[in-house]
């Protein structure tokens, strides 16, 4: 059974660039959710999707944003990047989102330079 | 306000030397209680979840206890492999912002010694 596969490993980016990231979660979850993790703050919840609907939002500015699609596919945006927003982003599916374990992804390692 | 505290920050311990990880919570209404291992570069791995007070759960080497109040991971006899950060995590009910959402802890970094 494939688990949640994450798209790119790895990014570098310029402040003040747009970053798009994939996030496919495993077959027949439909709930996805996506977290920063950082050495000084560990790991925080940004927002979680549920039949491309969001559920839940964490305390981030705008600038981040997603999106679920159709398949339960998830994307991440991050708009008008500053060098704070280096970090792991990490996208976890699970069936319901609500009781249920959350299988995690390898992560996407953002750097802003 | 829903938090989870994990102590030691650190721990180191030689071969087969057993001992516990502390994960204590605040929140109102403890829908779930989880714990995860992550290594190095990598993501989360999904270790236990666990419900309600007084409920165990065993993975080869671990064992996950719950109170109302605090959990422990149990490593007894571990072996270099176990080193890892270990992650507790908590869901909340939806009335307090917790709905669908995991709230961790920093971790505990386990060293394990031949």
């Known amino acids: 059974k494939a688990g949640v596969t994450q798209t790119p490993r790895y990014l570098i980016k310029t402040r003040g660039q747009q970053v798009t990231l994939s996030c496919s979660p495993i077959?027949?979850?439909?709930?996805v959710s996506w977290y920063q993790q950082t050495p000084g703050q560990g790991l925080q919840f940004l927002f979680e999707y549920f039949s491309e609907t969001q559920r839940n939002k964490g305390n981030f500015p705008g600038r981040f944003s997603g999106r679920q699609f159709s398949n339960s596919r998830s994307e991440m945006n991050v708009s008008t990047l500053e060098l704070g927003d280096s970090a792991l982003y990490l996208c976890?599916?699970?069936?319901?989102?609500?009781?249920?374990?959350?299988?995690f992804g390898q992560g996407t390692r953002l750097t802003v330079v | 306000e829903d938090q989870v505290t994990q102590s030691p920050e650190a721990l180191r311990l030689q071969e087969g030397e057993s001992s516990s990880l502390n994960c204590s919570y605040t929140?109102?209404?403890?829908?779930?209680l989880f714990w995860y291992r992550q290594d190095p570069g990598k993501g989360p791995e999904f270790l236990f979840t666990?419900?309600?007070a007084g409920e165990e759960k065993e993975k080869e080497r671990l064992k996950a206890t719950l109170t109302k109040k605090e959990s422990f991971l149990h490593i007894t006899a571990p072996k270099p492999e176990d080193s890892a950060t270990y992650l507790c995590a908590v869901q909340a009910p939806a009335f307090s912002g917790g709905y669908n959402k995991l709230i961790f802890g920093a971790g505990t970094r386990l060293a394990v010694h031949p």
């Open positions: 077959s027949g979850h439909r709930s």
């Open positions: 666990l419900y309600s």
């Open positions: 976890a599916s699970s069936i319901t989102g609500t009781n249920t374990e959350a299988f």
């Open positions: 929140v109102s209404g403890l829908r779930g």
